[in-house]
């Protein structure tokens, strides 16, 4: 049996987009919970703005704004950091192997003919194949796996279902 692997380049680049947006969280979350709290409220306008506040400006609401964004922009970080994380160990994890008789995934095996149908819509400009199959539907992506393209080349000689659209 042949077997699905997470593409290398596609684990990378995702992993690389982690550690940024780990690292940008960080920094935001240095400035809205470290920094910015412990500077004087004029001498953070002065930073960010690059000249002396005016005397109707309300410096202490201007620190507190800028708190709350840094803080904000911290938590949209790590949440995005967490999304992408989470996809590329989902992707990594996907079980999925074939062989002259059928393919296996989940723990469940298939037969070529249990193939009800194959939404190819996306195959040529992504590289994306959906099998429907009698427990529900199996999406797999060339780019986020090596293998795939081996295995609808597989599907095309075994299943009829493969040249639906």
């Excluded at 684990?11 to 690292?23: D, E, G, I, K, Q």
């Excluded at 790590?78 to 989940?106: H, I, P």
């Excluded at 590289?127 to 797999?140: E, F, H, K, N, T």
Aim: a positive charge.
């Amino acid at each position: 049996m042949k077997k699905i692997e997470l593409n290398r380049e596609y684990a990378m680049r995702h992993l690389l987009a982690t550690a940024v947006f780990v690292a940008m969280g960080c920094w935001f979350g240095y400035d809205g919970f470290v920094r910015y709290p412990a500077a004087d409220a004029a001498a953070l306008y002065e930073s960010i703005e690059g000249s002396a506040p005016s005397p109707e400006t309300d410096i202490e609401k201007f620190k507190r704004q800028k708190i709350d964004s840094q803080r904000l922009f911290s938590a949209f970080l790590l949440c995005v950091a967490a999304v992408v994380g989470l996809r590329l160990l989902k992707n990594s994890r996907l079980d999925f192997s074939w062989g002259e008789t059928g393919f296996e995934t989940g723990g469940r095996r298939y037969s070529f003919d249990d193939v009800v149908s194959c939404d190819l819509s996306r195959w040529k400009s992504k590289g994306i194949l959906v099998l429907r199959v009698p427990s529900g539907r199996i999406a797999l992506d060339s780019w986020h796996h090596k293998g795939v393209k081996e295995f609808k080349e597989m599907l095309d000689e075994k299943s009829g279902a493969a040249q639906q659209a």
